[in-house]
């Protein structure tokens, strides 16, 4: 069975960190790109960060940029997101995604769309609040 894995998110205070991991099972991360979205309760969902296959490369929406990291171990199977600085508009279900292709061996996906992407974890839930 194919899957993405989502762990690691919880209940943290504005100005705390949180670090999310998203594990493959069943096959490799070598070369697949790796997505975060997140959806908030009666809002769209909305790309957070990518990176490429390699590893290499990352992308950022303007939202999250300079507070979250996102950084790949194709060895370990794994991607985390860490969280820094967070704020209550940060709360959301959020999930990982991979695309396929060398198109993005050296640089990473866009997040504006969902589309292109054929894994998806089931979610992990992150509140922010005091």
């Known amino acids: 069975q194919l899957q993405l894995v989502d762990s690691g998110g919880g209940l943290v205070q504005p100005g705390g960190s949180l670090r999310l991991s998203c594990a493959a099972s069943?096959?490799?991360?070598?070369?697949?790109?790796i997505a975060w979205f997140r959806q908030a309760p009666g809002k769209e969902r909305e790309g957070v960060s990518s990176?490429?296959?390699?590893?290499?490369?990352?992308l950022y929406a303007d939202s999250v940029k300079g507070r979250f990291t996102i950084s790949k171990d194709n060895a370990k199977k794994t991607v985390t997101l860490q969280m820094n600085s967070l704020k209550p508009e940060d709360s959301a279900v959020y999930y990982c995604?991979?695309?396929?292709?060398?198109?993005?061996?050296?640089?990473?996906?866009?997040?504006?769309?969902?589309?292109?992407?054929?894994?998806w974890g089931q979610g992990t839930q992150v509140t922010v609040s005091s």
């Open positions: 990176i490429s296959s390699r590893g290499d490369s990352t």
């Open positions: 995604a991979a695309a396929y292709g060398s198109s993005w061996f050296y640089r990473p996906p866009s997040v504006t769309t969902e589309s292109g992407y054929e894994f």
């Open positions: 069943g096959f490799s991360l070598d070369f697949y790109a």
